[in-house]
């Protein structure tokens, strides 16, 4: 399997890891050469906690050695194995880009749904993985191999039978979902990202560019991007959809209905659809096309299309409004967007809904990452805001004092002021919000914990608003 010999083994290999806290009693431990340690350093505690099987590049002293040419390449294969190849018993639909993968999938995810039933379905994205009527916080965008092919192979046996699993360039880079087969695949966009890992765009857009070569059947791109136009143009067999003259599924007639989006999707087969879709914003208009494009390919009936579009749920923390503020006359909206231009996105699309309301936004910047962004946010914010307070994000192992004075250097004092207690200052922004404002919790969206430096609190934006509404 591994395309090497391995060493005798006592019994047949139980379980796959790269991580030696993780090995189990007759399990194999993968010992990958990291971006940061060695794994090798590892098969001591490994060896003690029972692993019958040790893998890597490189022989290890005095330790029986399954070497193979790609560490990652090993793991995968080993879980696939292990797994036995679920992908090849379920329908995988991959969406990649560099913004908007989560909301598609949801939106992709959501028409699957309507057309097979809740049992039939699952999902994989940084938000969530959904297995049926069964939902899970998420990890990572797209887990390790181990965790991509265990959840497929639980999708599997539970019956499900579309998956959409979003796809990072990580995870296509890290070999994280080698083994998998994808049936359908959905590019959304790129911008500059991760050049950390890719070096340069070129290679980020080629490893993107993998999932359609790996993909046999329906291939979507995004016309409006330019990246999205070259991979049209390079894997064959690839449609487009945008709001480009020659896109096949054309975005047109797009506006807002108060807190949703009609717009018409001129299709190569079905004519001209009219979408209802509870999401605001026109990048959403754009993940909602690229999710109805594949679906269309498919053979979806339109009506199945426009109904579960048009049903369909919010997205967790992607300009997810919170209920309990409608009844009080204003709208609170938690959304993921943590730099500069995903703040001026989502105010933006918020300044609209307020209409002649005051905009008040809540934010912070995250710690142990990317300082310059800090104070652009806060000048973003304090330029689109009626009332900006800066609050704590993730702040990890820095004070919050000093990443907020950070974020304060790029704003205006004269509406913005700093709270540091995340609780403390949703609970200025909703006590000062009145009928017709529109209040914005960015940063943290979805997510269920804060990092501090004093450990990791369970916070979670929805539950909190809700909370403090209640107590009013
Ligand atoms: C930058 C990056 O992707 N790093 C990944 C990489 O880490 P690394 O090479 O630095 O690992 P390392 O710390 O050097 O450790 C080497 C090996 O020793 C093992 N180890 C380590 C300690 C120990 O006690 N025992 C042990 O066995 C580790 O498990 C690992 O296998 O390999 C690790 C094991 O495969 C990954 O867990 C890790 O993802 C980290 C956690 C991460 O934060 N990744 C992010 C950037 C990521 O993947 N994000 C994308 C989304 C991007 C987006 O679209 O925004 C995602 O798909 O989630
Ligand atoms: N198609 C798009 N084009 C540009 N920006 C987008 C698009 N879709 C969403 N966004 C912005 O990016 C933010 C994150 O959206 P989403 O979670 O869907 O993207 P993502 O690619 O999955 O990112 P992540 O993996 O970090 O969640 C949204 O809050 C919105 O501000």
Known sequence: MLGVDVPPLA????????????????????????????????????????????????????????????????????????????????????????????????????????????????LMTTAEVIIGSEHETAVRTTGEATVVQANLARMRDAGVQHVVLETSSHGIHLHRVDGTRYATALFTNLTRDHLDLHGTMEHYYRTKRKLFQWTSGPKLANADDEWGARLATEVEGTRTFGAAQDADYRIEAERRDGVRTVFELVTPGHGRL???????????????????????????????????????????????????????????????????????????????????????????????????????????????????????????????????????????????????????????ALRQAQPGDVVVVAGKGHERVQHLATGDVPFHDVTVVTELLASR
Do not use: W
């Open 11 to 122: 019994g047949p290999i139980v379980a796959v890891t790269h991580d030696s806290r993780d090995v189990v009693p007759g399990g194999a431990f993968v010992a990958i050469n990291g971006f940061t340690t060695r794994g090798a350093d590892f098969v001591p505690q490994a060896l003690e906690r029972g692993a019958t099987l040790i893998v890597a590049e490189e022989p290890i002293d005095g330790v029986p050695t399954a070497v193979v040419a790609d560490d990652r390449v090993a793991l995968a294969a080993l879980a696939t194995e292990l797994a036995g190849h679920p992908s090849h018993d379920l329908t995988v639909h991959g969406v990649t880009g560099t913004n908007g993968k989560t909301t598609s999938s949801y939106v992709l995810h959501a028409i699957l749904t309507g057309a097979y039933g809740e049992a039939a379905t699952g």
């Open 274 to 428: 009219t979408l209802s879709i509870p999401l605001l914003g026109d990048y959403n208009v754009h993940n909602v096309a690229g999710a109805a494009g594949i679906a269309l390919e498919l053979g979806m009936s339109p009506e199945v299309l426009t109904r579960s579009v048009h049903e369909m749920a919010q997205v967790p923390g992607r300009f997810e409004r919170v209920p309990a503020a409608v009844d009080l006359g204003f709208e609170v909206v938690v959304d993921y967007a943590h730099t500069d231009v995903g703040l001026a996105a989502v105010l933006e699309v918020a300044r609209e809904v307020a209409g002649d309301g005051r905009l008040l936004c809540v934010y912070g910047a995250a710690g142990a990452r990317d300082r310059d962004k800090r104070p652009k946010m806060g000048a973003v914010a304090s330029r689109m805001a009626d009332v900006a307070i800066i609050t704590t994000d993730d702040a990890y192992h820095e004070d919050p004092q000093d990443i907020a004075d950070e974020v304060m250097a790029g704003a205006d004092p004269a509406n913005t002021t700093i709270v540091i207690d995340r609780r403390a200052a949703i609970d200025s």
